[in-house]
Structures are given as structure tokens and as C-alpha cells.
């Protein structure tokens, strides 16, 4: 059974930082490009950021660009969000890219006050 868990959100202060990580379970994703994506209340979810297999490349959201960095270890995906902005307060998800539906995790709060 794969299972994708995000951890790492909480609430900071604008200009704080945060480390989400996503373990992945259930079989390889060795050979995936894994994603992040966010979700506000009413609203499509976003994506975020992408790293390709071995990390030889990595994609982000205009919005984030400079800001947040994606990793990938053995299989757990990391995205280290900086100089947080009230605007990247969202629920985030970590799922191949491009994502399986039947891969959503419960995903983990940030909340970024200004």
C-alpha cells in the first residue's frame, strides 16, 4: 500500500522558515519525479516544486523561486521554505509529478502570520 506522509508545518512569523519532509512508502519512487503542491480553503491545489530522480533537475512556482528549496534523500522528499510569506499559508502535499490521485496524503498545516 503506498503512503505518502508529510510532516514538518506549523506557525511562524513572516519571515520565518520551516522544513517539510514526505516519506514515501509501499513501493520504490526511486524513478519519479516527486512534487509538492499546497492547497487554500475553495482553491485548486497548487503545485509547488518538483525534483526529477537523483535530483538532476528541479522546477518551482513562480512564487516561490529564490525562496524554497526541494531535496530528495533515499524516500523521503524535503521542501525548506524560507522567508515565509502570509500569502504560502496552505495545506501541503508531497505526490509524484505529475501527481496520482490515488497518492494524496493527509498533508501537513503551514500557517504564516503576518
Known amino acids: 500500500q503506498v503512503q505518502l506522509v508529510e510532516s514538518g508545518g506549523g506557525s511562524v512569523q513572516a519571515g520565518g522558515s520551516l522544513r517539510l519532509s514526505c516519506v514515501a512508502s509501499g513501493r520504490s519512487f526511486g524513478s519519479d519525479t516527486m512534487g509538492w503542491f499546497r492547497q487554500t480553503p475553495g482553491k485548486a491545489r497548487d503545485f509547488v516544486a518538483a525534483v526529477s530522480r537523483y535530483s538532476h533537475s528541479k522546477s518551482y512556482a513562480d512564487s516561490v523561486k529564490g525562496r524554497f528549496t526541494i531535496d530528495r534523500k533515499s524516500n523521503t522528499i524535503y521542501l525548506q521554505m524560507n522567508s515565509l510569506k502570509p500569502d504560502d499559508t496552505a495545506v501541503y502535499y508531497c505526490?509524484?509529478?505529475?501527481?496520482?490521485?490515488?497518492?494524496w496524503g493527509q498533508g501537513t498545516q503551514v500557517t504564516v502570520s503576518s
Open positions: 505526490n509524484t509529478h505529475p501527481p496520482d490521485s490515488t497518492y
